[in-house]
């Protein structure tokens, strides 16, 4: 039972294409995330959805476009792959804002080439 | 902005030799911090939650503290299964749905 999950585990495509990852949570939280994790291993926000609102986006290209159709999945979608979106992206899911903790996926390693 | 600075960025440890992780935050009406660890190739995998000074928490072989500034993850008697990279995050503010995250401390674990 993988509370959160994620697809595809490993990406590889080239610039210019776009791509989509899919996310699912089944543990009935209403607030969703996308995290970057570069190659330092640095974790960093990319967007938080709240019952299905957009509640943050952090300075992140407009390339990326997060969509969340229902509170149980939010899916990151590229347009126009760069070299620079390669890393790791996790999604994660918390009851609620920042006072619980949040649960991640086991990622996705994007790379572009 | 909120800030979350962990020392060391790495550690080496001898089987059973405990030592203590440092996080140090800067945040502005801090609602939470958080300990996670993170195997390689893995997301990370949540282990604390302290909500004000003084609290603590304790798990097999880790414990949390907070203080007003700093939160500390004490090893005691590790052993090579802990070997991870350990990440701190804070959260702050009314409303917040973002965790800031230090960038972590490998540990290793030498049998």
């Known amino acids: 039972d993988t509370a959160v999950s994620q697809t595809p585990k490993y990406l590889v495509t080239q610039m210019g294409n776009d791509k989509s990852i899919k996310c699912e949570q089944n543990l009935g939280h209403d607030t969703m995330y996308w995290y970057k994790q570069d190659s330092k291993k640095f974790l960093k926000i990319m967007f938080s959805?709240?019952?299905?609102?957009?509640?943050i986006n952090e300075t992140v290209p407009n390339r990326f476009s997060p969509k969340s159709p229902d509170k149980a999945h939010l899916n990151l979608h590229i347009n126009s792959l760069e070299l620079g979106d390669s890393a790791v992206y996790f999604c994660a899911s918390s009851h609620g804002g920042g006072e619980t903790e949040a649960f991640f996926g086991q990622g996705t390693r994007l790379t572009v080439v | 902005e909120d800030q979350v600075t962990q020392s060391p960025e790495a550690l080496r440890l001898q089987e059973g030799e405990s030592s203590s992780l440092n996080c140090s935050y800067t945040v502005s009406g801090l609602r939470g911090l958080f300990w996670y660890r993170q195997d390689p190739g893995k997301g990370p995998e949540f282990l604390f939650t302290l909500y004000s000074a003084g609290e603590e928490k304790e798990k097999e072989r880790l414990k949390a503290t907070l203080t007003k500034k700093e939160s500390f993850l004490h090893i005691t008697a590790p052993k090579p299964e802990d070997s991870a990279t350990y990440l701190c995050?804070?959260?702050?503010?009314?409303?917040?749905?973002?965790?800031?995250f230090g960038k972590g401390t490998k540990l290793s674990v030498i049998p």
């Open positions: 959805y709240n019952n299905k609102e957009l509640i």
């Open positions: 995050a804070a959260s702050s503010g009314a409303g917040s749905y973002q965790l800031t």
